[in-house]
């Protein structure tokens, strides 16, 4: 697999395909996703960045995050930044992980 998780940057190669599991912890502690929570993903070029590149609604009963290789097959190689988000049902709405790395990595074809 050319995916590569450390920490919370993430490496992949350039069209290829991502699904990794994740978990969602508030305030250092796991969390069990209710009905009605959502998750999303949202990754840009630069954090001032206006709109996200890639916006990916995460199912919070599998909680694993699907990266289709047309998300990035014409990104430019480098350094990107992620956050991954949840609102509750009620409106709480906490970053639990980000901003962090996303690193597109060179392909050879």
Known sequence: MSAKVSGTTISLTRGDSLIIQISVNQEGK????KPGDKIRFAMK????DSEPLIMKQ???QSLQLTIEPEDTKKLEFGKYWYD????TDDGFVDT???P????ITKEVY
């Open 58 to 60: 995460i199912d919070p």
């Open 45 to 48: 070029k630069d954090l001032q």
């Open 84 to 87: 991954i988000e949840l609102t």
């Open 30 to 33: 796991p969390y069990e996703v």
């Open 100 to 103: 962090a790395a996303f690193m």
């Open 96 to 98: 639990f992980i980000g």
